[in-house]
């Protein structure tokens, strides 16, 4: 019965997505203001999609799915950078990434003894879609964390048809979170962690673009909740006896329409580690933490087929208009950590391990006692 309804209490966190998200309880980090949906679908065209495993005792993984935009990402591929904050992971196709500065798949995220699985899959859906008749070469981008504490990762659950599964069910709107998709199984800062997302609207002075963020978080470290000590006034964080480590990962995905180029998707995608930063996490020695991002603004689109040796000519940000993103970043991933923790719910999974989720009114409380003077009441830009 007790495993039962901790499945019920996850399935629910993700069919009720936003009955109880970080801003929902008036928690507003940063000085920006968020898009509509508060997700990395405010990024026109952005696509999420989730498959979910909750099977058994054992079984507690997923896959989610980042579609860049509504056409073939093979066929109109998108400048992308990433960054490793700690490369202590399995982030299978970083390095075509890293030499050509685009990216030519959707970005998957599931856990890490799944990451072979996802690649043959990305492949063969990729290799199905019209046009693709001649290809030979794809650069299927797939990320991990380590869900082995609730999850029987060795059992290996993850198949191709979850992988399809999520890609087909990707769609714009509201993003499902917490125990959902790849953060089914995942822990963070000792309490069930998962999907969270958030994103930022730089104001029309600074090009009005979006930034979006995407987060599976599964490490530790010393949690801080928009600038109070959580942790510390709790006493079970890192460097505690009673902690048991702050080895993870975290993946972070960020999607922008702002026109940036490879090199200034590195710059952004660096300054998403400090938002992680933020929450307390530490980018511990056994953490795997990297961000993705790559921009959708149109113009900048690849197409597979060119014309002649010269890209069309594009107007791009300049180096001086970057800092509005860069902030923009750091407080859409903290955001979207945060969120991961609030929409998570009780987990009990393989041999029987429990994790709790956060105890929000504790939590809470310690933050109204502990913020910051002025907290999230500041006025938005």
């Given at each position: 019965?007790?495993l039962?309804?901790?499945?019920?209490?996850?399935?629910a966190a993700t069919?009720?997505?936003?009955?109880?998200?970080?801003?929902?309880?008036?928690?507003e980090p940063?000085?920006?203001?968020?898009?509509?949906?508060?997700?990395?679908?405010?990024?026109?065209?952005?696509?999420v999609?989730?498959?979910?495993?909750?099977?058994g005792?054992g079984?507690?993984?997923g896959?989610?799915?980042?579609l860049?935009h509504e056409?073939?990402?093979?066929?109109?591929?998108?400048?992308?950078a990433?960054?490793a904050?700690?490369?202590?992971?399995?982030?299978?196709?970083?390095?075509?990434?890293?030499?050509?500065?685009?990216?030519?798949?959707?970005?998957?995220?599931?856990?890490?003894?799944?990451?072979?699985?996802?690649?043959?899959?990305v492949?063969?859906?990729?290799?199905?879609?019209?046009?693709?008749?001649?290809v030979?070469?794809?650069?299927a981008?797939?990320?991990?964390?380590?869900?082995?504490?609730?999850?029987?990762?060795?059992?290996?659950?993850?198949?191709r048809?979850?992988?399809?599964?999520?890609?087909?069910?990707?769609?714009?709107?509201?993003?499902?979170?917490?125990?959902?998709?790849?953060?089914?199984?995942?822990?963070?800062?000792?309490w069930?962690g998962g999907?969270?997302?958030?994103?930022?609207?730089?104001?029309a002075?600074?090009?009005?673009?979006?930034?979006?963020?995407?987060?599976?978080?599964?490490?530790?470290?010393?949690f801080?909740?928009?600038?109070?000590?959580?942790?510390?006034?709790l006493g079970?964080?890192?460097?505690?006896?009673?902690?048991?480590g702050?080895?993870g990962?975290?993946?972070?995905?960020v999607a922008?329409?702002?026109?940036?180029?490879?090199r200034?998707?590195?710059?952004?995608?660096?300054?998403?580690?400090?938002?992680?930063g933020?929450?307390?996490?530490?980018?511990?020695n056994?953490?795997?933490?990297?961000?993705?991002?790559?921009?959708?603004?149109?113009?900048?689109?690849?197409p597979?087929?060119?014309e002649?040796?010269?890209?069309?000519?594009?107007?791009?940000?300049?180096?001086?208009?970057?800092t509005?993103?860069?902030?923009?970043?750091?407080?859409?991933?903290e955001?979207?950590i945060?969120?991961?923790?609030?929409?998570?719910?009780?987990?009990?999974?393989?041999?029987?391990?429990a994790?709790?989720a956060?105890?929000?009114?504790?939590?809470?409380?310690?933050?109204?006692?502990?913020?910051?003077a002025?907290?999230?009441?500041?006025k938005?830009?």
């Amino acid at each position: 019965m007790k495993l039962l309804l901790g499945v019920l209490a996850c399935l629910a966190a993700t069919v009720f997505a936003g009955d109880k998200r970080a801003r929902a309880l008036g928690i507003e980090p940063g000085v920006m203001r968020p898009g509509a949906l508060n997700a990395i679908t405010d990024v026109p065209g952005v696509r999420v999609g989730h498959a979910t495993l909750i099977e058994g005792s054992g079984v507690r993984t997923g896959v989610t799915a980042i579609l860049p935009h509504e056409g073939n990402p093979f066929l109109e591929k998108v400048p992308a950078a990433i960054h490793a904050g700690n490369g202590f992971g399995k982030l299978a196709g970083a390095t075509q990434v890293e030499e050509l500065g685009n990216l030519e798949s959707p970005v998957i995220l599931t856990n890490t003894l799944a990451v072979g699985t996802a690649v043959s899959a990305v492949v063969e859906n990729l290799l199905g879609l019209e046009g693709m008749e001649e290809v030979r070469s794809i650069n299927a981008v797939v990320g991990e964390t380590n869900d082995g504490g609730l999850n029987d990762i060795r059992s290996l659950p993850v198949r191709r048809e979850h992988v399809w599964q999520a890609i087909a069910s990707a769609a714009p709107g509201p993003v499902a979170e917490g125990c959902v998709g790849a953060g089914a199984g995942t822990v963070a800062f000792g309490w069930k962690g998962g999907i969270g997302t958030a994103s930022r609207v730089l104001p029309a002075r600074d090009g009005g673009h979006t930034v979006g963020v995407l987060a599976q978080s599964n490490f530790g470290g010393v949690f801080t909740l928009d600038g109070a000590p959580v942790d510390k006034v709790l006493g079970r964080h890192f460097m505690r006896d009673a902690y048991d480590g702050a080895d993870g990962s975290c993946m972070i995905v960020v999607a922008t329409d702002a026109p940036l180029d490879a090199r200034n998707l590195r710059r952004l995608a660096a300054r998403a580690m400090l938002g992680l930063g933020r929450t307390g996490g530490i980018a511990a020695n056994g953490s795997g933490d990297y961000v993705i991002a790559f921009s959708t603004a149109r113009e900048l689109r690849i197409p597979h087929k060119h014309e002649g040796p010269l890209n069309p000519p594009a107007a791009l940000m300049r180096n001086e208009a970057m800092t509005p993103l860069f902030l923009a970043v750091i407080e859409a991933a903290e955001e979207a950590i945060l969120n991961s923790l609030f929409m998570a719910a009780d987990m009990t999974g393989h041999r029987g391990r429990a994790v709790k989720a956060m105890p929000v009114d504790e939590v809470l409380k310690i933050w109204r006692e502990h913020r910051p003077a002025g907290g999230s009441s500041v006025k938005k830009p």
